[in-house]
């Protein structure tokens, strides 16, 4: 039974959120709760009659869906009023008004049958006898399924010392069926506009909850309405004199006289008349919160700042040419702009942004979207209705694709899998759902990627590959090389520079950059599980100095550039392991016909040396077996080239032509800085044939002012 429970007579603080809500959502009517509760005391009607305490649910429920099937409805209402019957809430009122107050809120969002029948259930099974054995009987295996979600989210302790592992299990709750949460959400909505009695501490320990973790699942899953009102209820709670202050602002600019917005409203009509374009222009008033932080933002406040115009249209086409009309008729306020409808937001919201200027000076907001866009928007997943193909059979067995569920809660899915501890989960979920703006970056194959504001390279190199992004190397932002801490902006185009080595491994220091839940926790992952950092810190401190001197090590052979490139292969390497990674050492590169030995490191990978490379002494000295390997018949390889020369003009861009000019790729590049008019290069070069690297370097000694070019070669660090 919900403990928020309280009597609506007596609202407390929370109430008068309940204006602005009404005044967004005309067609709503908060249900009566009097009526209601003289409606269940009398009982159930008689049978294959709708009850009249369902009036309201099947009137909300008709609208958006006129063909409906209402015979679930009256009998999941009989057998919860009957359920319930004697219980009751806080406020007096026999308990059977809250399961219909959520499900008529849901109705109203346009939620189809099957979830409407799960909410006015959501209660009995941990409240009364019923079992969800009965459930599943009477009203078959996908209200079961919800039942059986909500009543495990009910028993979340939202005690601090429970909350990560609780939390945990309501999020994989919601990832296996997201109308579950959507029950949950009306729940927490209708108990917080009913939870005024309570004692001022325990208000506020429930709000502070919605405010942390619901409002913002709310936003991620696009319920907007739900999300809004539940805001200005948390708004009323935690800052009550700052909620008075915004309540006597709404109220002075509706009383006085003026009408900025309806004077626009009515110029955008006659301009989309004159075009041809059928639309409706509606005045969307801002909700308490929002006033609150545009007053932060601008100070006073004038007409136009208290809503915004909407523009609703038939299809995508008429949403452009509604913007065109506005932009060449008006006065637009170009940075405004942002198109939502080519790249929807993460939470499924797609709409057009812009601004008009007035003669008068003021800037009036205006948002442009089909009907659909507007239902999606209001309702997020509860609009798209039942996301599962009929036919399951036992979803409880099984993951369930789910079509509907946005990415960032398969994303999230994926990390309370790989979070190495429910403290990390918690503390890097709570920090995701507070940021609350993202951007868009896009890939070279003309993709996008959705990512928090402030994300680096390192965020959507874990964005776009997974826990495969431990091979990356690089990037370009914008066509230019830039490092994996770069700070990525709106519109950046992104492209990933990726190793091919299965041993690659993550940097201590991508922490420092990582931004998103994603990449922290996947980095994080694999540092619990190699604590020793790369292994045996003397057999691969070679190949760390050689990365720290300019070139990446031979350990990731190959680098691609964008998500469909073809990455060359290192030179076949051959040993009598099977199943054995090989790895070429970046302390010495050695490439065809060098001779060579090996030496297994961590998890089975072999690493190769040049035979006279310091790291093998150092090696055996420690102990360590000598593996037998051998060149294959592949002659494409990887090299580190060092090249010493003095300091002139144009010498980076005469060593890069000649590179060029002998068929090699240049993987990475390193210039130091100059040391008595010495210059030092280090190249990590793909040849196609390592039958070329003489010649390569004879080609590179012979530009001007170049005095040696060699092999990279390090120095292993002393036992």
Known sequence: MSAEATNPANPGPAAPAAAPAAARRKSRARIDLRRLGRAALLGPAARGKLPDAIGHVVEAHRAHHPDADLEPLRRAYVLAESSHRGQMRKSGEPYITHPLAVTLILAELGAETTTLTASLLHDT???????????????????????????KLEKVDYGAAAE?????????????????MSIKLADRLHNMRTLGVMRPEKQARIAKVTRDVLIPLAERLGVQALKTELEDLVFAILHPEEYEHTRELIAGNADGRD???????????????EADIAAEVLIRPRHFVSVHRVTRKRGRLRGADFGRLLVLVAEDADCYGVLGELHTCMTPVVSEFKDFIAVPKFNLYQSLHTAVAREDGQVVEVLIRTHQMHRVAEAGVVALGNPYAPGTDDPADGERADPTRPGWLSRLLDWQEAAPDPDTFWSTLREDLAQDREITVFRPDGGALGLPEGASCVDAAYAQYGEDAHACIGARVNGRLATLSTVLRDGDTVQLLMGQDPASEPS?????????????????????????????????EAERVAGSAGGEPAVRPAASEGAGATRPRAADVRLDRPGATVRLAGCCTPVPPDRITGFAVRGGVVTVHRAECAAVAQMKSRGRTEIDVRWGDTTECRVTLVAESFGRPHLLADLTEAIALAGVDIVSATVEPPSQQRVRHTYTLQLPDAARLPALMRAMRDVPGVFDVARAQHRAPAP
Do not use: C, N
Not at 164 to 180: I, N, Q, W, Y
């Open 164 to 180: 990560p592992e609780t939390f945990r299990k309501m999020l994989v709750a919601t990832g296996s069926d997201v109308r579950v």
């Open 508 to 540: 201590r220091e991508w922490l420092e950059h990582a931004h998103t839940a994603a990449a922290r926790i996947a980095i994080q992952r694999w540092l619990a599980a190699h604590p020793g950092g790369t292994g045996d810190a003397h057999a691969e």
């Open 125 to 151: 099974v941990e409240d009364t006898d019923v079992t969800l054995e009965q459930v599943r009987e009477q009203f078959g295996e996908e209200v079961r399924y919800l039942v059986d979600g909500v009543t």
């Open 259 to 273: 009408d900025t917005l309806a004077q626009t409203a009515d110029s955008v009509r006659a301009v989309l008349r």
